[in-house]
């Protein structure tokens, strides 16, 4: 209906003519979003709106001659008579029941209804809302809520939130999942308030560390990612959790801190990383400091020795035809006697130098000093007469001698490699003149260094003449003993010279930069060769230069689509030198061939070092435990312990095995024993050699 225009506007009169009122309210009421409803004290209805008949099916007549009872379950009436006697009694009342229709059919809805005078008479008017939808999402959302409790209690570690209170920067945790105790060692309600006890329990050296990163991630809103230790009440160090805890934070409109993590135990992982670590920085026969860690040590010492003014001996120790007593009695006697005179060296070094064992019958002692040169030339006689006094093993007397070559800093070298070239240098001059003997490098030891040239020349031609050969090594799967692979190894036969030994040959081409066109001949030649063969997987040896190349992944898949071979089938692997160089471009690589679908091994596993972290988040899927360790497995304690202790994080974190250089049965046995999956060495053959 509209206005008329002499009438006054609404916003100038709220009043109505009375010839409006009747229909007004009907059409009021009927635009309301729920049924209206008005009854006496008997609970008949006395008015009602249209979406009252809509819902329930009844019409106007039958309505009129209906309670508010005749609308619900007889089993609701009490329930529902006592919200009516409440409106009266009290002025107001609401009820959340289903209402029944003429069908039979119920919908849930919300009522509230008020209690109103009309013409000296009292009633009850309210409104019902459907709230069906309502349930359906409540109803869906503690499902939700369920799913995620049940979820957060089987997840191994505690989901929480931290808050940070800018007013008094009070740190609190608001939500804490059910294994908060197995992680944290306290219970929600202990901490939902004031977190402060919790981090009293973290370890005092790792506290002000912690307290500082959550201080940091607050300021920044960066995210919080730190291990630290947890003490038990009462307990000390050596009973402390490692926990890792990750979690991101965000500002709350009240100015407040709050992160949402994840905290789980590391205790054994670390306790595990421990272990490697100690492992890759210390030899395993002997314990001393390996080839790795002496090497960092005279880094270290030629910087210190640059800004002291101190002088630096490097002498390279090489027990004489040690080779033959392992191959007499055996490479465990010969361990055993490698670990009498390394106690021996290590009490004639004292506190006087730095000594290690870098392999083998190898050490390596780094001597520093206002006078290096005198105080080497000492250290070297006293090594000489304790290495050649005669010992006992095994009821037998031995006498073992050792040749010494010393270098010095600045003289002779100013950095590592040029040391240790030098000292080796002056080794082989030692041993020319005789076991038991030492001597210092001068500028005339040229031998080596010519000899040097001279392969490195030869070995060039051979490449560009593409007359290096591969030998195919067999890959074999410990359980079955059945070839499920090969390795391809570079093999170079001199026309004059014969075979040349790989050791002469293949760390002469990486630091020439020769490796990567004798790494592709190899791989053709190898590739060409296993592509017809069902099933089989050829691994391929990549050298840290190579990786380093921007286009080395697409060329090895151009280079396997020329020789047929499907990429699934090909595994590369790189050595932990890669990953301890950290090189953007060589990782790059590393993520990108997998991409193409070439597998990934760690090579040499355990005798380098590398961040652990790395073994996570790049896509490995094998480690290659070097032979050292595989070297009479069963025998040696110290090689068990290591093997063992690399099959389990190999499972923990997925990966595949593969033990390298096995020779007897027993190595065979002890590791498909242990859980090793592949093997390679000479008792399963030294490889066909392809290639002219």
């Known amino acids: 209906m509209k206005l008329d225009q002499d009438e006054p506007s609404a916003s100038a009169n709220r009043e109505l003519p009375a010839s409006w009122m009747p229909q007004f309210i009907d059409v009021a009421f009927d635009s309301l979003p729920g049924i209206f409803y008005l009854f006496d004290r008997s609970g008949r209805f006395r008015y009602w709106n249209s979406n009252l008949e809509s819902v329930t099916g009844y019409s106007g007549q039958e309505l009129g001659r209906m309670t508010a009872l005749d609308l619900f379950d007889p089993v609701l009436h009490d329930r529902v008579r006592l919200a009516m006697e409440q409106a009266f009694k009290t002025g107001r009342a609401s ?205 270290e010492r030629i910087a210190d020795a640059t800004v002291i003014g101190n002088g630096l001996a490097v002498m390279h120790i090489d027990l004489d035809n040690f080779k033959d007593i392992n191959d007499v009695w055996g490479h465990t006697t010969g361990d055993r006697l490698l670990l009498k005179l390394a106690e021996r060296l290590q009490s004639q070094v004292a506190d006087k130098a730095q000594i290690g064992r870098i392999g083998g019958d190898e050490f390596l002692v780094l001597v520093e000093g206002p006078e290096p040169a005198r105080q080497a030339e000492s250290l070297a006689n006293a090594l000489c007469r304790a290495l050649s006094t005669p010992l006992e093993l095994d009821r037998r007397v031995v006498r073992v001698t050792g040749s010494i070559g010393i270098s010095l800093f600045p003289d002779d070298g100013e950095n590592t490699e040029d040391l240790l070239r030098h000292a080796d240098a002056a080794l082989y001059r030692a041993k020319a003149d005789g076991p038991g003997s030492w001597a210092r490098y001068s500028p005339e030891l040229t031998a080596a260094a010519m000899a040097r040239r001279y392969i490195e020349t030869e070995l060039r031609s051979a490449i560009e003449k593409n007359q290096m050969r591969v030998a195919l090594q067999p890959i074999v799967a410990l359980n079955g003993r059945r070839v499920v692979g090969f390795e391809a190894l570079a093999r170079w036969y001199h026309a004059e010279d014969g075979w040349i030994d790989p050791e002469d040959f293949v760390a002469l081409a990486e630091t020439r930069g020769l490796v990567t066109p004798l790494g592709e001949q190899v791989y053709r030649k190898a590739m060409e060769h296993v592509a017809g063969m069902k099933g089989m997987q050829l691994s391929l040896n990549v050298a840290p230069a190579q990786l380093r190349s921007t286009d080395f992944c697409d060329r090895l898949v151009t280079l396997a689509a020329e020789c047929g071979m499907p990429t699934e089938r090909l595994e590369v692997e790189i050595t932990e030198r890669v990953l301890m160089e950290e090189s953007h471009g060589a990782l790059d690589q590393i993520n990108r061939l997998r991409s193409a679908g070439i597998g990934i091994a760690i090579d040499d596993f355990g005798t380098g070092y590398s961040s652990l972290s790395y073994l996570r988040k790049l896509p490995i899927q094998r480690l290659k435990i070097d032979q050292s360790f595989v070297r009479n497995v069963g025998a040696v304690r110290e090689n068990a312990a290591i093997v063992k202790a690399i099959l389990t994080l190999a499972r923990e974190l997925g990966f595949t095995t593969t033990a390298e250089g096995i020779q007897t049965a027993a190595e065979s046995d002890f590791l498909r024993e242990a859980g090793c999956d592949f093997a390679q060495g000479w008792l399963f053959g030294r490889g066909q050699v392809i290639g002219a």
């Not at 005078?117 to 809302?129: H, K, N, Q, R, T």
């Not at 608001?174 to 370890?203: C, M, N, W």
């Not at 990163?213 to 003490?231: D, G």
């Not at 307990?235 to 990750?246: I, K, L």
Request: aromatic fraction near 8%; charge should be negative.
């Open 95 to 299: 009820l959340e029941a289903p209402i029944l229709t003429r069908f039979g059919t119920t919908r849930p809805y919300s009522y509230y209804g008020r209690l109103v005078d009309l013409g000296g008479e009292s009633f009850v008017a309210g409104m019902g809302l459907d709230v069906s939808r309502l349930k359906e999402a409540q109803e869906a959302e503690a499902a939700r809520t369920q799913q995620l409790r049940h979820l957060a209690a089987h997840v191994p570690g505690v989901i929480y939130q931290l808050r940070l209170d800018p007013e008094t920067g009070l740190l609190s945790m608001p939500y804490a999942s059910a294994k908060i105790y197995e992680v944290f060692g306290v219970h929600h309600d202990q901490v939902s308030a004031d977190a402060t006890g919790l981090f009293e329990r973290i370890f005092e050296q790792d506290r002000e560390r912690i307290l500082r990163a959550v201080e940091i991630s607050a300021r920044e809103l960066s995210t919080f990612r730190e291990q630290f230790r947890l003490c038990p009440p009462g307990g000390s160090a050596e009973h402390a959790e490692w926990v890792e805890v990750e979690s991101t934070p965000e500002r709350l409109g009240d100015g407040a801190t709050l992160w949402h993590g994840f905290a789980r135990l590391v205790t054994e992982r670390r306790r595990m990383e421990d272990e490697l670590t100690r492992l890759a920085y210390h030899d395993a026969l002997t314990g001393m400091p390996n080839r790795t860690m002496l090497q960092i040590a005279l880094e």
